[in-house]
């Protein structure tokens, strides 16, 4: 029997990893611009037990690499917002040997207080587990078109002409 490598067996524990959360479903809800996301704290909910159990650890390092403060006006009110652009660097940890892999991600913050920062921070922590477990989040099929299905499945185009 061969020997297996330190990163082959990492690969495997994050192929594992991978496989187990699968798909991400929207848990939040932004009711000023009417739209749905997949949380951070649901993100990692997913995937701290497991790696846990599968003997992985991680790291995370975030640097600013945009800060902007922008002054405004709104109803006659003198307001400031600031804008924060992150890179975040990921790294998952094979407990058992030591061995790493990295991946990156990038955020954005907007906000009129003190949390943009955070904001980007967080943003970019969960894009960078995005593209370290290839996760699917949202809508199953977001770009689901009724009437390419219908082409597809050698069926008419739907067509709606209101």
Known sequence: MAEVSNRAALLKKLSQLSTDIGFIEFDGKNTGQNYKYASAAGVLRKINKRMGELGLAASSQSSVTHFEVEKF???????????????????????????FIMARGCGSGLDSGDKAVMKASTAGEKYAWRAMLTLGWGAEDPEADESTDAIAKGGKPKVNLK
């Not at 917002?81 to 094979?94: G, N």
């Open 73 to 99: 006006e709104d109803g006659g009110r003198h307001k400031i917002r600031h804008h924060c652009v992150v890179h975040t660097e990921l790294r998952v940890f094979d407990v058992d040997t030591g061995e």
